[in-house]
């Protein structure tokens, strides 16, 4: 859509979808109040806040998940009631939600036809589903999922790919994708934006949802902005839009430098941590660097370039073919995390919700689960003493709300990271690893858990970061060690590379 579409579009043309004066409340809470957000056929109008703003209920409620206590949907001009999911489907709503919805244990082409299977005179007619599963994965970009592979048995990104599939494979006019890029390489975001523009150019509307404000530059064409449940700003175009001005409507504030300085390393700095020689699984090439108390390393490279699987047999998750792992000179058991979390390591993974957090218990025994036993006297626990410490993180880490007896799963995203982050905290530790520390965070919340981190190095903690943004690993860290094809390609300081050298070494897999 070109850009005097767009103005046309907002300035009264015709719109696909329209949501008027949506309010809805929960016991104690008004998530949304008075919202209004309307889509034009054949745009992408982009949906920013902070986490917790409002935009996860405002798409439940436009997929049927909740009913407004107040306002109306209208699709073509008309009202549009949805009691359920389904009626939002039928009436060509898809969603894409952050947390996907899959079943693991099911094929892809499986997945992908959930709900609507595909039957001859009654009989699921599975070969025809898995040639249409190939077809949507193929629009994609990747032709090399197999329809027939359990969903379970990819990673992340490729689990992204096929929700995509799930939701194209139905007759869909508005499209909503709510953090789509969150575990997608650089390559995967290109064909998804491919994808996006497909669909535009025949006349889909995409309601996209992103913390990565240069994404919106590259796919937007409006903007509306939520801050505690109200729309802040409606109809924005993305090209006259500066980021100082959506931060500040997001925040509230202006955030000038999202990264902190750099804490200066003396040069006679401790060795804490030292990775001597490790070969993470067979075929692999073997991998050696350290950490000075207060320096922060960063592994930069593509999705399933094997950042992740380093971390994991740093910390004992997975157990190494040979090499050594040793803090402060002692060499500690491998494919052991009781004796990495002895040395005083921590972990922050990658997917906090599944892999960190007691999602249906307090901030209490999140903050304690790592440390419980220095709660305890002759094999009783003092939860009075539990529950100052987790103030103290509470109050520390500024969460909101501030309340240690509040349940993990109602915390925001950036709060959540907050909360896993407060564990090592509340824990001491000498190393800490950080695996997409800012996933599905947005930039105040960053900024904050970015402060965080240059808190703990502060401190003399020394710090192995993980991210798939360049600008992140670059922006957090004093060395960058590039990882290309399960091997490190390149190490330097991070001052002296570019997000464009860094891309050149792990599409190419070479040294500089």
């Not at 300035?11 to 696909?16: D, E, I, K, R, V």
């Not at 994991?312 to 157990?319: D, F």
């Not at 040793?326 to 922050?348: F, H, Q, Y």
């Not at 997917?351 to 220095?374: C, P, V, Y």
Request: with cysteine; net charge negative; charged share 20%.
């Amino acid at each position: 859509m070109s850009e005097s579409e767009v103005k046309d579009a907002a300035g009264g043309g015709a719109h696909l979808l329209q949501m008027r004066g949506i309010e809805k409340r929960f016991p104690g809470i008004i998530a949304l109040q008075n919202v209004s957000f309307e889509v034009t056929a054949g745009e992408v109008h982009c949906l920013l806040g902070q986490n917790g703003a409002g935009k996860s209920t405002l798409i439940k409620v436009l997929a049927g998940v909740h009913q407004p206590n107040e306002g109306q949907i209208l699709l073509d001009g008309k009202a549009a009631t949805f009691s359920n999911p389904d009626d939002a489907i039928k009436a060509g709503i898809g969603t894409m939600y952050q947390e996907l919805d899959l079943v693991e244990s099911l094929t892809v082409a499986e997945n992908i036809f959930l709900g609507h299977e595909k039957s001859i005179r009654g009989f699921s007619a599975r070969k025809d589903e898995q040639r249409a599963a190939a077809g949507l994965l193929a629009r994609l970009g990747h032709p090399e999922i197999s329809p027939a592979m359990e969903v379970g048995e990819l990673s992340a990104a490729g689990q992204q790919i096929v929700s995509m599939a799930r939701a194209l494979s139905r007759d869909v006019r508005v499209i909503v994708m709510d953090e789509p890029s969150a575990v997608l390489d650089s390559e995967e975001v290109r064909n998804l934006f491919d994808t996006v523009r497909a669909l535009t150019s025949s006349g889909v509307a995409v309601i996209y949802i992103s913390h990565r404000l240069e994404e919106i530059r590259i796919i937007g064409d409006r903007i509306t902005v939520l801050k505690d449940g109200q729309a802040v700003a409606s109809n924005l175009l993305v090209s006259q839009t500066p980021n100082a001005e959506l931060i500040k409507l997001m925040t509230g504030r202006s955030i000038t430098n999202i990264f902190p300085p750099r804490v200066a390393i003396e040069d006679d700095a401790a060795e804490i941590i030292t990775i001597n020689d490790l070969v993470v699984a067979p075929g692999h090439s073997p991998i050696s660097f350290s950490v000075r108390a207060g320096e922060v390393v960063g592994l930069a490279g593509l999705v399933g370039s094997g950042r992740s699987e380093i971390l994991g047999a740093i910390y004992g998750i997975n157990k190494p073919v040979s090499g050594s792992v040793t803090i402060d000179g002692r060499k500690l058991r491998p494919g052991s995390t009781v004796s990495a979390v002895k040395a005083g390591m921590g972990l922050c993974p990658e997917e906090r919700k599944s892999q960190a957090l007691l999602l249906d218990d307090t901030l209490i025994a999140n903050f304690t689960l790592a440390s419980i036993g220095r709660y305890a006297t002759a094999g009783f626990t003092s939860q009075q003493r539990e529950y100052q410490a987790s103030m103290e993180q509470v109050q520390s880490l500024e969460l909101r709300p501030a309340d240690p007896t509040r349940e993990a799963r109602t915390l925001s995203g950036g709060n959540q990271q907050k909360v896993v982050l407060g564990r090592w905290l509340s824990h001491g530790c000498r190393v800490l690893l950080l695996d997409e520390p800012s996933r599905g965070v947005d930039v105040g919340a960053r900024s904050e858990i970015y402060n965080l981190i240059s808190g703990l190095s502060r401190a003399g903690i020394a710090i192995i970061v993980v991210s798939s943004e360049l600008e992140e690993v670059l922006g957090l860290s004093h060395q960058v060690l590039v990882v290309s094809e399960n091997r490190i390609v390149h190490q330097a300081p991070a001052a002296e590379l570019s997000e464009h050298q860094i891309l050149d070494l792990v599409m190419e897999g070479t040294t500089l």
